[in-house]
Antibody, heavy 120, light 111 residues
Framework: EVQLLESGGGLVQPGGSLRLSCAAS????????MSWVRQAPGKGLEWVSA????????YYADSVKGRFTISRDNSKNTLFLHMNSLRAEDTAVYYC?????????????WGQGTTVTVSS | DVVMTQSPLSLPVSLGQSASISCRSS???????????LNWFQQRPGQSPRRLIY???NRDSGVPDRFSGSGSGTDFTLKIDRVEAEDVGIYYC?????????FGGGTKVEI
């Protein structure tokens, strides 16, 4: 069974940093692109970033470009999101997601999410 | 970016009745391979989103056949027949044809 387990969320001050992790199991991790999607309190869904299976390609939403870095450790089946210069508007539940088929960047299977709160 | 516009924002329905959600994109969602990457997600209260429909009209495994998707180009619809209590939640369309992936604003289905 595919499982995606996010962790690392918490309360951070504006301008601070945080690293999110997503532990994956139940599939060959390195064969799949992975993504982060966020949902601000009471709001809709916003795609944040994606990374290819081999980590040689990365993509970012304009809202986080230059501040967030996506990475992965295929030996540990773990996806990361390094978040710097955090702003109040980055407050959200952050989900990691994977496609159901290889070769796709879709967000078809989601974890349970981890909550990031940016506040002084 | 491709803008995905859903309507209505809120959809009160009675048990056993049908519900229909519209999703329009600001650009055609037909990819160069001829496929249309339009998905529908359901988010029940307190849960993560779950994909229901992919490529406009294909139901995911385990999704009741009460759910159906249709449309083409820039105009898409999710229909729920014989609404049940477990269908309460927010429904999102999402396009995967153009970067970045973008979602509709959501439609809240309530009994």
């Amino acid at each position: 069974e595919v499982q995606l387990l996010e962790s690392g969320g918490g309360l951070v001050q504006p301008g601070g940093s945080l690293r999110l992790s997503c532990a994956a199991s139940g599939f060959t991790f390195s064969n799949y692109a992975m993504s982060w999607v966020r949902q601000a309190p009471g709001k809709g869904l916003e795609w944040v970033s994606a990374i290819s299976g081999s980590a040689d390609s990365t993509y970012y939403a304009d809202s986080v470009k230059g501040r967030f870095t996506i990475s992965r450790d295929n030996s540990k089946n773990t996806l990361f999101l390094h978040m710097n210069s955090l702003r109040a508007e980055d407050t959200a539940v952050y989900y990691c997601a994977k496609p159901k088929v290889t070769g796709s960047y879709s967000v078809d299977v989601w974890g349970q999410g981890t909550t990031v709160t940016v506040s002084s | 970016d491709v803008v995905m516009t859903q309507s209505p924002l809120s959809l009160p329905v009675s048990l056993g009745q049908s519900a229909s959600i519209s999703c329009r994109s600001s650009q055609s969602l037909v990819y160069s391979d001829g496929k249309t990457y339009l998905n529908w997600f359901q988010q029940r209260p307190g849960q993560s989103p779950r994909r229901l429909i992919y490529q406009v009209s294909n139901r995911d495994s385990g999704v009741p056949d009460r759910f159906s998707g249709s449309g083409s180009g820039t105009d898409f619809t999710l229909k729920i027949d014989r609404v049940e209590a477990e269908d309460v939640g927010i429904y999102y369309c999402m396009q995967g044809t153009h970067w970045p992936l973008t979602f509709g604003g959501g439609t809240k289905v309530e009994i």
